[in-house]
Nanobody
Framework: QVQLVESGGGLVQPGGSLRLSCAAS????????MTWARQAPGKGLEWIAS????????QYADSVKGRLPISKNNAKKTLFVEMSSLKPEDTAVYYC????????????RGQGTQVTVSS
């Protein structure tokens, strides 16, 4: 059974930083593409970043490029996103998925972690 557990969300001021984690089990992980997506209040799910089998293979949405680098630790089966220069519009529930940019919607998803950017 695939299980994804996100953590690290919280309340942060504009310009601040957070590190989100996603602990995976029930999958190989090292050969799996993984994705972060987010859902802001009243909006649909937005893809933000994906990583392939290694951290050399990453893709980003234009809205977060350069601010939210994605990475994975294959030995610990954990996915990360390092969030910096946070803006109020980054406020959302952040989810991790198994799968890449084109396939994550078909894969398993975690329960999400809330990120709120506000002064």
């Amino acid at each position: 059974q695939v299980q994804l557990v996100e953590s690290g969300g919280g309340l942060v001021q504009p310009g601040g930083s957070l590190r989100l984690s996603c602990a995976a089990s029930g999958i190989t992980f090292s050969s799996d593409a993984m994705t972060w997506a987010r859902q802001a209040p009243g909006k649909g799910l937005e893809w933000i970043a994906s990583v392939g089998s290694s951290n050399d293979d990453t893709q980003y949405a234009d809205s977060v490029k350069g601010r939210l680098p994605i990475s994975k630790n294959n030995a610990k089966k954990t996915l990360f996103v390092e969030m910096s220069s946070l803006k109020p519009e980054d406020t959302a529930v952040y989810y991790c998925f198994v799968g890449g940019r084109l396939t994550y919607g078909q894969g398993a998803r975690g329960q999400g972690t809330q990120v709120t950017v506000s002064s």
